[in-house]
């Protein structure tokens, strides 16, 4: 029986109870995913197992038992196919996400998507908007690269002979999957584009499978090729980000900590904040707890899927308290830490002298 799995180690909503993640809550066509604070509840009973949920998750939290997309991904790339349906050898077609669609219109010389089916689906008002939105954003930086874009046809492809639901799943059997996992893993470290260094970083930021892939595309294709680069606004790219710190940051520390992927990260000194454009999956956590709503999302350019850089957003004075000793981050007046300044102001207050 096909099931959905969640990860909870990847789930954004586990890494702070201020996240306001709720994608595989709203997409869901039988509310069979409830998200709470710092949990998501699963209710295998309601779920149909169409896969959408997967689709939107931005870090991989949720996948179906029986179906693979990373596999169904090299088994696509691999053969003579260009149209993928619904009805042949894919879940609904919303569990396919922007990054993956990008990446096999990177690679694929033609690539159909067939819509054929979803006019008369029975849960296409859930699904068919992510669908048709994924399709956009993905035609839009195809298009921004030189690209051809993704078709959208209503063919009604079906197979010959349709397989049994066990047939069909054991088409993707863990074998292969373990296999193709292992082969991904080596193009890493093998691609003249990405050497070992940087194929161990990306691994040890814990970055999505599905983001994997396209950084490796990207890094095979030829820039020179590319003649302009061009500027999508903040809201047109659902994947990833450009971001902006302004100087209400107090450097509390929080949103590198808890970022998912490490895009945003500091120095050994905590006295910079780093961002990196493409380890970024734009999950907003980063924006959900902080207080002081320091970060903002800024355009973004398409060059950094070439020459994505770590950038410095924010620096800080950090210096030495006057009375605890301690290193803090200096805005200035009064060289000392905010736990000395609160201790002298409480007993000020208890003394009656403030």
């Known amino acids: ?32 995913i409830e998200c709470k604070v710092s949990k998501v509840e699963i209710y295998q009973d309601d779920c149909i197992s169409c896969g959408a949920c997967v689709g939107v998750c931005p870090n991989e939290a949720l996948e179906l038992t029986n179906f693979n997309v990373i596999d169904f991904f090299f088994d696509f790339l691999k053969s003579d196919a260009d149209v993928i349906s619904c009805k042949t050898d894919f879940v609904c077609l919303s569990g396919l996400n922007v990054e993956y669609l990008i990446a096999l219109g990177l690679v694929k010389k033609a690539l159909t998507l067939d819509i054929g089916y979803c006019s008369e689906c029975n849960i296409k008002e859930s699904c068919f908007p992510q669908i048709d939105k994924n399709i956009a954003e993905a035609n839009r930086v195809l298009k921004s690269l030189g690209f051809r874009e993704i078709k959208v046809e209503n063919l009604k492809a079906k197979r010959d002979k349709q397989p049994s639901r066990r047939e069909f799943f054991n088409i993707f059997s863990v074998k292969n999957i373990a296999r193709r996992k292992r082969n991904f893993e080596e193009s890493l470290e093998e691609s003249g584009q990405i050497d070992s260094e940087v194929a161990k970083k990306i691994r040890e930021k814990k970055l999505p499978n599905k983001r994997k892939i396209l950084l490796t595309i990207l890094n095979k294709i030829d820039k020179s090729k590319i003649q302009n680069y061009e500027l999508f606004s903040a809201d047109e790219i659902s994947f990833t980000s450009s971001k902006y710190i302004d100087d209400s940051c107090d450097n509390c520390s929080i949103c590198y900590r808890v970022c998912p992927t490490s895009a945003l990260s500091s120095d050994i000194k905590f006295s910079k ?29 398409t060059r950094e899927f070439f020459e994505s850089t770590q950038k410095e957003l924010i620096s800080f004075d950090i210096i030495r308290c006057n009375e605890c000793g301690i290193f803090f981050t200096y805005k200035g007046g009064e060289k000392i830490c905010q736990r000395c300044k609160q201790e002298e102001e409480g007993a000020l207050e208890l003394w009656g002298l403030n």
Not at 275 to 291: A, N, Q, R, T, Y
């Open 1 to 32: 029986m096909n099931k959905l799995r969640l990860i909870e180690g990847n789930c954004i909503r586990y890494y702070s109870k201020f996240s306001s993640c709720k994608l595989c809550e709203n997409i869901c066509p039988t509310r069979a």
């Open 273 to 301: 904040i780093y961002f990196d454009d493409l380890m970024c999956i734009k999950c907003k956590l980063c924006h959900d707890v902080c207080e002081k709503g320091s970060i903002d999302l800024v355009n973004f350019d």
